[in-house]
């Protein structure tokens, strides 16, 4: 079983196919850390006891038999703030007495196979109740009342292991919760690299690695989305690890909205990491019987270096997270209008796309932005989700019946979080976008926030929405989220409560995604945040597919689909081919090819050559789509590594099919290129596909692929495919 339980030792035990995460009760009932990393087989676990650990300077607890213990000397199962531990807490709970001394031990646990839902927040699920078994640890502040559970769920087959905590007061008084973090892990060591994704608008998550030091450091965001800045993703990679070998550990949250992760490096050289909801712009109030459930955060360990833990995130993503009709289901090709006219188009112009999108193979038709409303640039209209019939004319069933007569699908655009100051909505209901008083309110692209929090504002916009979607056949939604949030406040909650503001706005945009996917099961949703600004777990359990940046040059992509592909899985990157002439028409593909794939430009200004270069790449699609979105992804050789060449490689799970793509960023000095595939079975021969070579598996991983002679002209790429022979 997964999670065992020494009742003699008081030692727990979660245990993956590779890896054990080991803590303990200790004295006095404190929860203590024992280990994390590759699988100990062992039962009897007394070597690991914790023996206590002192220093000048570091309060100990007198209650305590163990010698020589302090809570800040000690590696902490769930740190909390103000009774002997010094260094970053997880949880604050401010009391009745107007302290926030927060001191939780352990009372009980359960352990059972299953996984719990977390109230109004998306996690993780399971297809089979015994995917994965659960352990409630449950912990109390004596003096305060409050109870706190801590969740981990144990995903065997994967080395993952989820966690949320959640906090109860069983007090008659009222207390206010300063920070709670959804986990805390302790390492004895520093010799980590972190390992983050930074970015900005139109250039998101750029891998930033860095040597851990003394101190605090932190990626935090508190913009209302997870941001193109920070991505909810941090990995403590061992010193000597590299992307094939050595130990990672990776943390992704389940959170769209403000998140934190701070690690610490004591004066003992040993490391905390806590992870959650970003406490600066966060406060819950508890009444007696309340209860408050953080978010989960999903923790993966590696020994087979980055790559190994990125292929765990995507396997348990792919089985684990994304959900629904769609989530076994080959994408649709589609053609997006956003990039080829802008808010410049009417019905004709729409169905003319249809058409010669058509003609090459394409299977969806997208009106992005400016079909509602009066909306013919960004100053107007958001919230006035009423179909704009000057532009198209007949409306939206008449246009629909004509994309669907080509044969294609339909999708439409919508950014239902958002006001314009220039709208209906806004005219009958000014008080309805996130404000506070007093202040102006500040105005990004035109545009305010809808207040998410109030019931009546989701339904508002839940209405409109159904109220169109459930008359005509839509496909596919892309919603968007175009500006983050100031001036965080709701006019109806009182002053006490305006710092749950950005958790409640949160907790209403998932409650209206789900809404809007339960009445439309069957209906593809794309999130976007102007790009990738809200790429994380939590829109992903709403949403099968995010639209990972607005920059479609294909060169500066390739740092924006390595980076993404630090976590999350080929298949929910939003991919498109655009009208972008850095590169040719099948460079721009063949990066595409890597996500959900599809179109960003006019058809009808395409030359012949690229028409024809655009069916041969949707058959490429088809072909490759389940090495592609079922295979193992290998990185070789980094864009964030080597100026040159950007290089990587999907592999099927039963190693017989594997898919290799370069693209030349710039033109090296020297030819001569060896690659060299990467998990491939040595003792199998492949063919490759075009030139009808073949070669053992031996051979590719080890001398490499001779590509001396390929075209490595700026901007120039290949794709090759090895089928093993029989
Ligand atoms: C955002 C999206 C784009 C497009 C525009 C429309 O920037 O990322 O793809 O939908 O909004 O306004």
Known sequence: MPVNYDSEKKIFKLDTAGSSYVFQVFDENYLVHLYYGAPIPDNNLSSMYYHGGFASFS???AKVKTDSFSPDMCPMEYSTQGAGDFRISALSVLNCDGNNVTDIRYTGHKIYMGKPEIVGLPSLYLNDINEAQTLEVYTEDIVTGVKVTLVYTVFE?????????????????????????????EFPQMNFNMMHLYGKWNKERSLQVRHLAHGIQSIVSKRGSSSHYHNPFVALADDKATEDYGEVYG???????????EIEVDSSDSTRLIMGINPESFGWHLEEGERFFSPEVVMVYSNEGVGGMSRTFHDLYRNNLIRGYWKNRKRPVLINSWEACFFDFDDDKIVSFAESAKEMGIEMLVMDDGWFGKRNDDTTSLGDWFVNENKIKGGLGNLIDRVRALGLKFGIWYEPEMISPESRLYKSHPDWCVHVPRRDKSIARHQYVLDMTRQDVRDNIFDQIYGLLSKYPVDYLKWDFNRN???????????????EFFH??????????????????????????????????????????????????????????????????????????????????ETRANVALWGTFGYELDPNKMCEEDKAAVKLQI??????????????????????????????????????????TSVVMRRPETQAFFVRLKGLNPEKFYTDEETGEVYSGALLMNAGLNLTSTDCSDGSSFVKYFTANE
């Open 59 to 61: 309060p100990s607890n």
């Open 157 to 185: 087959k994967y080395s993952a292991i989820t966690r949320n905590v959640i906090i109860e007061n069983t007090s008659k008084n009222a207390v206010d919760i300063e920070r709670v973090y959804s986990c805390c892990v």
């Open 251 to 261: 943390f992704n949250l389940v959170y769209s909205s403000n998140f934190s992760a």
């Open 485 to 499: 949030i100031t001036e965080a406040g709701s006019a109806l909650l009182p002053p006490e409560k305006q710092k």
């Open 504 to 585: 409640r706005y949160i907790l209403g945009t998932y409650e209206l995604m789900g809404r809007i996917t339960k009445a439309f099961p069957k209906m593809l949703l794309e999130n976007c945040s102007g790009g990738g600004g809200r790429f994380d777990p939590g829109m992903l359990s709403f949403s099968p597919q995010i639209w990972c940046s607005d920059n479609t040059d294909p060169i500066e992509r390739l740092t924006i689909q390595f980076g993404t592909s630090l976590c999350y899985p080929d298949l929910c990157m939003g991919a498109h081919v655009s009208a972008c002439n850095r590169t040719n028409i």
């Open 619 to 660: 058959k490429k699609y088809h072909k490759y789509y389940d090495v592609i979105h079922s295979g193992n992804l290998y990185r070789i050789i980094s864009p964030f590594e080597n100026h040159y060449r950007a290089v990587w490689q999907f592999l099927s799970k039963d190693k017989t099919k594997a898919l290799l």
